[in-house]
């Protein structure tokens, strides 16, 4: 584990240094290397990828898309070689087929589903859904995924959105949390998690998720 490097992807989605600071904080004790990148290269040859994400789906797709090479770099190098790959935010939101974010757009497609507006049944509650929210793991997540194990009985995250993931199939959703309706915070496959929350935000809880996705070996 150690020496393994950690590739941060920059395609100009705000809020990388927070992302960041927390990655490297947790990388520090396993001798692990962070790297901050915009360079296809670099990413096809990291041994974990973190795709960060701040906005609106459709812009950061293009962001992303703008990138010569990085869909694909990405594509190789989580679909196809299987490395650890944590998706935050939109960047977790990418990895499904399509987002109606002002108009409908394309996805990564690894997760089939579609990332929508949250709709609370009450119209008090305001949006976009900001502050700290319990999550209430699915049957058997937590002893399943080596990530989420050891997170605590009832973990609070930090969130800050006004869409989500819909999956077309429930099984891959990790966690939800509540907000006038069931809200996808955590969803995943094979080598790939995405959490809707911030855990450079969450504290304790999204250290240790940091900590135990940089041990994650699918």
Not at 9 to 30: C, F, I, T, W
Not at 67 to 76: D, F, K, Q, R, V
Not at 101 to 107: A, F, I, K, L, N
Not at 132 to 145: D, T
């Amino acid at each position: 584990m150690s020496g393994e490097v950690t590739a941060i992807v920059d395609y100009d989605s705000g809020n990388l240094h927070s992302a960041e600071k927390a990655v490297q904080r947790m990388a520090a004790p396993l001798g692990q290397t962070v790297i901050v990148t915009a360079d296809p290269d670099a990413v096809a040859r990291a041994d974990r990828i973190v795709l960060p994400g701040v906005g609106a789906f459709g812009d950061c797709a293009a962001g992303l898309a703008a990138i010569p090479g990085m869909t694909e770099a990405l594509e190789t190098r989580v679909r196809r070689d299987g490395r650890p790959f944590l998706g935050v935010c939109v960047g977790a939101q990418l990895m499904a087929r399509e987002g109606d974010e002002r108009g409908m757009h394309d996805g990564l497609g690894w997760i089939d589903g579609l990332v929508t507006a949250i709709t609370p049944r009450d119209p008090a509650l305001k949006i976009p859904h900001m502050g700290w929210n319990k999550l209430s793991f699915r049957p058997r997540a937590r002893g399943a995924h080596p990530v989420l194990d050891g997170l605590g009985p009832e973990p609070y995250a930090y969130f800050v959105h006004s869409y989500h993931m819909r999956p077309t199939d429930p099984s891959v959703i990790l966690a939800e949390a509540e907000y006038g309706g069931p809200i996808t915070a955590i969803f995943g496959r094979d080598s790939m998690i995405g959490c809707q929350f911030h855990p450079e935000k969450s504290q304790v809880l999204g250290l240790s998720l940091i900590d135990r996705f940089l041990r994650w070996r699918p």
